[in-house]
């Protein structure tokens, strides 16, 4: 059981260049998440689905795009990279069967380094 | 705006010790707390938390929600040094499905 798989785990971008974050899960997870967590920080909400075709954004959109046209999948784009888009990006699910099931699952993450 | 709040930001003990992190959450529509541990890399899940009063205990850890107060506190008793991480505490909004995390809360345990 994979559960979240992120690639890369490892990436340097020179600024202004793009680059899509993969992120799938073998779960049947309905809802998924992308965090980003600058050093010492929590974990800042991008962009998420509650669905195949449905995305929102979260705290800190600006600079990402993302789109789900699967239920596995969830890949977020990085245009024209810039020095602030340096983190570490977290993909995670959740399952929405309700009865008070919300454990988030996380994958790895993705080192990024925009220099 | 929905918040997380956690305290203290960074503790240092020597094992044996006990500690209590603190979780304070104004989460609108909220269904849930839950707790997580990070190392090096992901998060780790501990605890899901949705009723108040009732403590949930794995090992040394256990955790307890008041939804009157709305806290939740992460206790760990005679800390050992692989407790060394950062615990994230989170609230799930069921009006929006995210999950609005704290900052977290770096424990070190020296030995």
């Known amino acids: 059981n994979a559960g979240v798989t992120q690639t890369p785990k490892f990436r340097i971008l020179k600024i202004g260049q793009s680059m899509t974050l993969q992120c799938t899960q073998d779960?049947?997870?309905?809802?998924m998440y992308w965090y980003r967590q600058d050093p010492g920080m929590g974990l800042k909400l991008i962009y998420y689905?509650?669905?195949?075709?449905?995305?929102d954004k979260g705290e800190v959109p600006n600079g990402y795009n993302v789109s789900r046209s699967t239920t596995e999948d969830f890949p977020l784009r990085l245009e024209l990279a810039a020095p602030s888009q340096t983190s570490v990006y977290f993909c995670a699910s959740s399952y929405s069967g309700g009865m008070a099931n919300e454990k988030l699952f996380f994958g790895s993450g993705t080192q990024l380094s925009v220099l | 705006e929905d918040k997380v709040v956690q305290s203290p930001l960074s503790l240092v003990v020597h094992e044996g010790d006990t500690v209590t992190l603190n979780c304070s959450y104004e989460v609108t529509n909220f269904r849930s707390l839950l707790w997580y541990k990070q190392e090096k890399k992901a998060p780790t899940f501990l605890f899901m938390l949705t009723s108040s009063g009732i403590e949930k205990k794995s090992g040394r850890l256990s955790s307890i929600l008041d939804k009157k107060e709305l806290f939740s506190i992460l206790n760990i008793t005679a800390t050992q040094t692989g407790d060394s991480a950062v615990y994230l505490c989170?609230?799930?909004?069921?009006?929006?499905?995210?999950?609005?995390f704290g900052t977290g809360t770096r424990l070190k345990v020296l030995a």
């Open positions: 779960m049947n997870h309905n809802y």
């Open positions: 689905s509650v669905g195949a075709g449905i995305t």
């Open positions: 989170a609230g799930y909004t069921s009006g929006t499905y995210k999950y609005i």
